[in-house]
């Protein structure tokens, strides 16, 4: 074949790719032809976020491992397909039937190993969303991430303030009850959680003191190189964590106070993550009530950011935080968006009562 016949069937095939993309569009062009666009990993978190589609996040994840990879952009990934247990409902199925159809990620099947009982309900289709089994697995996954070197501050903070609020329930239950036999079961579990929540929070600590150095001060970590969104989840959560352990006449493990966290996450999701003030703000206020800090001049702030914002705020996602505080009456929830929680609140803090009460609250709720 001479060069001018190359050409020609080079031009040839230019033109009908052309055409192709013109009446097929660009997708079709690049199924056909077995390519694969190059994967942004902010488009697919995004995708995943919204609710509108996770595989192409977990996908990216995969093939993240499979070449080897372990960077920011990997451990961000991991980070936001586990939280999705928190935004589609507790489903641990999402979550553990990607694991095991995936032989790329099979490390984080050994999550199965440290509560090989919790998994074994997994298996036989018995556990309920939100559930004590669902979530205990999905801290397993967190600690096999962790083992691993794939878990970022977010998903340490996540881990430590969910580990820390299953030893504050233990805690509480063990503390409420009369019978021997409960007091050494909630006694052990009290134990264990509380010695692992511990342990994730020591390593965000010490994540979060190498990257304030420069002045000593929490407004470095604005600085530190993490996406504005896995900021906020880890020092929210890791903040959280530290009033669970007052709440449970523990020392902080914080080289700053929570309340000192919490302001700097207020003000920053203000401004660059808004999507995350108005969870950051309630956030603040139940930690509050599980430090047993609550009273009318530490909620000011928190309380008076969340009714400032529900009364601009008219339009609001059925699924959304703001949904869940006004709904909490009616909607069963457990945890801090529990009817208990912001009743409690609202009994504290009057201007949060009056709120509610122009947004469908009744008095007699606050009974």
Known sequence: MNEATQKKIIIAVVLIVLIFGVLYGKDRVISFFKLTPKKNVEDVIKLSNLGTDQKPLQDFFAEKVKAGKNDDETQVALMWITHRYFDNGGDIYEIYDYVNSHPEIAFLKEAETIHPEVFLLIKEKKVKSYDFPSIVALLAYFEIADKNNYANLGMLGLAANKYAEL????????????????????????????????????????????????????????????????????????????????????????????DEIFKFNVDFSRRKYIRLYLFTNYLWATSLLNGKSANIITLSTPLNNITEYGRANKNIRPEGSLSRIINAKTNGENGMFSFKNVKDLAVIFKPFKTWLIEVGWKEADFK
């Open 167 to 258: 030893a504050f329930n233990s805690y509480n239950a063990g503390n409420a009850t009369n019978v021997p036999a409960d007091e050494i079961r909630f006694s052990r579990l009290y134990k264990e959680f509380k010695n692992k929540s511990i342990s994730f929070s020591l390593k965000a600590n010490k994540y979060i003191i190498e990257r304030t150095k420069i002045t000593g001060k929490i407004n470095d970590m604005e600085n530190a190189g993490l996406r504005d969104d896995t900021l906020l989840v880890g020092l929210n959560q890791f903040a959280s964590a530290q009033y669970f352990y007052k709440g449970m006449d523990l020392p902080f493990l914080s080289v700053f106070t929570p």
